[in-house]
Antibody, heavy 118, light 107 residues
Framework: QVQLVQSGAEVKKPGASVRVSCKASGSTFTSYYMHWMRQAPGQGPEWMGIINPSGDGTHSAQKFQGRVTMTRDTSTSTVYMDLSSLRSEDTAVYYC???????????WGQGTLVTVSS | AIQLTQSPSSLSASVGDRVTITCRASQGINSALAWYQQKPGKSPKLLIYDASTLESGVPSRFSGSGSGTDFTLTISSLQPEDFATYYCQQFDSYLLTFGGGTKVEIK
């Protein structure tokens, strides 16, 4: 049974950075690309970026380039997403998700609420 | 970037109804489209991929069709557990894009 367990909710001030972690179990972690998405209140999901199985290649959406960093630790089957220069519009639930292949996103983490407020 | 437009944005239906949701892409995407179901406070759940392939474990009352720019998700007989928001999603190289969602509510 594949499980993606994310870190807990965060409250940050504008201008700060946040790190969200996502620990995988139940599958061969190093075989899969991993995505990061976010979902603002009342909105649909928004793709942020992807990291390759070995962790040495990433691609992010243009709107997040320069602010998002994705990494993975294969020894602990964990992926990380760092988002810097936070602003109120970054308040959202952030999700990690597994890419089965062919950009089929089959498993999602439970979500991490990041609140940006002064 | 390719945009996905879902319609309707919301609908009211009764248990047993046949429900159809459409998703239109701003340019042709062959069959590179998936459908997800999301319930309040939960993560999205994959229902359909490659436009018409049912994900393992998903009830057969769900079906998908279409290719190119026009796609449809159909629920043949709406069940109480199907009241949720549905999203289409496409991929273009590394970029994923989601539709705006269709909320299915109880009539």
């Amino acid at each position: 049974q594949v499980q993606l367990v994310q870190s807990g909710a965060e409250v940050k001030k504008p201008g700060a950075s946040v790190r969200v972690s996502c620990k995988a179990s139940g599958s061969t972690f190093t075989s899969y690309y991993m995505h990061w998405m976010r979902q603002a209140p009342g909105q649909g999901p928004e793709w942020m970026g992807i990291i390759n199985p070995s962790g040495d290649g990433t691609h992010s959406a243009q709107k997040f380039q320069g602010r998002v960093t994705m990494t993975r630790d294969t020894s602990t089957s964990t992926v990380y997403m760092d988002l810097s220069s936070l602003r109120s519009e970054d308040t959202a639930v952030y999700y990690c998700a597994r890419d089965r292949g062919g950009r089929i996103v089959d498993y999602w983490g439970q979500g991490t609420l990041v609140t940006v407020s002064s | 970037a390719i945009q996905l437009t879902q319609s309707p944005s919301s609908l009211s239906a009764s248990v047993g109804d046949r429900v159809t949701i459409t998703c239109r892409a701003s340019q042709g995407i062959n069959s590179a489209l998936a459908w997800y179901q999301q319930k309040p406070g939960k993560s999205p759940k994959l229902l359909i991929y490659d436009a018409s392939t049912l994900e393992s474990g998903v009830p057969s009352r769900f079906s998908g069709s279409g290719s190119g720019t026009d796609f449809t998700l159909t629920i043949s007989s709406l069940q109480p557990e199907d009241f949720a928001t549905y999203y289409c999603q496409q991929f273009d190289s590394y970029l994923l894009t989601f539709g705006g969602g269709t909320k299915v509510e109880i009539k």
